[in-house]
């Protein structure tokens, strides 16, 4: 199985400071990666897919790139909404996996 | 808008079958997989199965043959059965739809998430 890696675990940001999230895959998933942003109560939500390709109706502060099998979410600008727990996910094969999550708070 | 919601039983004892169901509106069954995952605060985020659009499922190996994922287009609704359940499968259950955005590549996400169903399983 592939194991998704996430740093940190937490973090405390500004309301506009730029935040960096990464996530180390185990082994080679190409661009076959996900971000997902999570509010308390709530189910995911779809922000990246294909590594880098920002989903229908996301903001732009946020992005993904990919270094081999390292893969990072940039979010430009930190908002209030954007508190939250933020995951990878892997869908380049069976079973797929996540990451174990990043929690941001203001 | 295409929604997805959860129905089943949350409350369950060791050795019973757990049974969820997700009923797609706005939108179709075909054309997409469909996915279960659940969440935990000891595994996090924890890929359950999903049942593709041709029929074929894919399960966790870890869930060891104890589950089932199945669909019935006519009702537009997706289910999940796990037998044999142990305190090991409390947690918050969700479905959700797996869009392929590179029919080429095989490239997907899960775009669109049900609401969650709370499992807790109690001896």
């Known amino acids: 199985d592939i194991r998704m890696t996430q740093s940190p675990t937490s973090l405390s940001a500004s309301v506009g400071d730029r935040v960096i999230i990464t996530c180390r895959a185990s082994?080679?998933?190409?661009?076959?990666f996900n971000w997902y942003h999570q509010k308390p109560g709530q189910a995911p939500k779809l922000l990246i897919y294909g590594a880098s390709r920002l989903q229908s109706g996301v903001p732009s502060r946020f992005s993904g790139s990919r270094y081999g099998t390292d893969f990072s979410l940039t979010i430009t600008s930190l908002q209030p909404e954007d508190v939250g727990t933020y995951f990878c996910?892997?869908?380049?094969?069976?079973?797929?996996?996540f990451g174990q999550g990043t929690k941001v708070d203001i | 808008q295409v929604h997805l919601q959860q129905w089943g039983a949350g409350l369950l004892k060791t050795s019973e079958t757990l049974s969820l169901n997700c009923d797609v509106s706005g939108g179709s069954l075909s054309g997409y997989s469909w996915a279960w995952i659940r969440q935990s605060p000891r595994r996090g985020l924890e890929w359950v199965g999903e049942?593709?659009?041709?029929?074929?499922?894919n399960y966790n190996p870890s869930l060891r043959g104890r589950v089932t994922i199945s669909k019935d287009t006519s009702k537009s609704q997706v289910s999940l059965r796990l037998t044999a359940v142990t305190a090991a499968d409390t947690a918050l259950y969700f479905c959700?739809?797996?869009?392929?955005?590179?029919?080429?590549?095989?490239?997907?996400?899960?775009?669109?998430w049900g609401q969650g169903t709370e499992v807790t399983v109690s001896s």
């Open positions: 049942i593709t659009d041709s029929g074929t499922n």
């Open positions: 082994q080679s998933v190409a661009d076959y």
């Open positions: 996910q892997q869908s380049f094969n069976n079973p797929r996996s």
């Open positions: 959700a739809r797996a869009r392929s955005y590179d029919v080429l590549t095989g490239l997907t996400a899960y775009d669109v």
